[in-house]
């Protein structure tokens, strides 16, 4: 496994998780990680990226509610979600990017917000 991601779960609306992802030493120059999601019948789509350790892009649903964080140079990332929702509702995958752009995937882990 290339990238290793922990910390999904079930949490009530309003709760809090953390993601982590650590990607393995064999995948050279990553510059990008980040997070996507899939709910059942939807499409991926972006929760958060960190590029070069200092440019970050959030998808519009978070609002402010979530904060990525990490370290380029170290191959890890994590998201603190707060305030979750039920539309938050998914799993969600680890990325990197490395500079001959090529995508490396977790194999995700499931986020689910219900009460």
């Known amino acids: 496994v290339q990238l290793q991601a922990s910390g999904g779960g079930l949490v009530q609306p309003g709760g809090s998780l953390r993601l982590s992802c650590a990607a393995s030493r064999s995948i050279p120059n990553i510059y990008n990680m980040g997070w996507y999601r899939q709910a059942p019948g939807k499409q991926r789509e972006l929760v958060a990226r960190i590029t070069g350790g200092i440019s970050i892009k959030y998808g519009d649903f978070v609002e402010g509610r979530f904060a990525i964080s990490g370290d380029i140079a170290k191959k890890m990332v994590y998201l603190q979600m707060n305030m979750l929702k039920p539309e938050d509702t998914a799993v969600y995958y680890c990325?990197?990017?490395?500079?001959?752009?090529?995508?490396?995937w977790g194999q995700g882990t499931q986020v689910t917000v219900s009460s």
């Open positions: 990325n990197a990017k490395s500079l001959s752009e090529i995508d490396y």
